[in-house]
């Protein structure tokens, strides 16, 4: 069992960053990819960054260029880094695993960009 927990959301103004925090209970290394999704208030959940294994990433159009993901194998941390944040980006961040088939979801983190 994967157990997530995210954190580093908060309240900030447009045009400031922050990052996004995602510690894992197993090897993150193990892990065939590590994501992080959105869901904006009233809205479906979407994919904003996905790292692979083999450390291949992809974001969408709306955040390319503004996000990014990484990760600490030391750490069984991943992170998201989001500069240049837009009233927009204002949602529930998740993390994502996928592990042995399975799909693992932490619990939220709320980030609220100010206009």
């Known amino acids: 069992q994967v157990q997530l927990v995210e954190s580093g959301g908060g309240l900030i103004q447009a045009g400031g960053s922050l990052r996004l925090s995602c510690a894992a209970s197993g090897s993150i290394f193990n892990f065939n990819a590590m994501a992080w999704y959105r869901q904006p208030p009233g809205k479906q959940r979407e994919l904003v960054a996905i790292?692979?294994?083999?450390?291949?990433?992809n974001y969408p159009d709306s955040v390319r260029g503004r996000f990014t993901i990484s990760r600490d194998n030391a750490k069984n941390t991943v992170y998201l880094q989001m500069n240049s944040l837009k009233p927009e980006d204002t949602a529930v961040y998740y993390c994502?695993?996928?592990?042995?088939?399975?799909?693992?979801w932490g619990q939220g983190t709320q980030v609220t960009v100010s206009s």
């Open positions: 790292r692979t294994r083999g450390g291949s990433t």
């Open positions: 994502n695993a996928l592990w042995g088939g399975q799909s693992y």
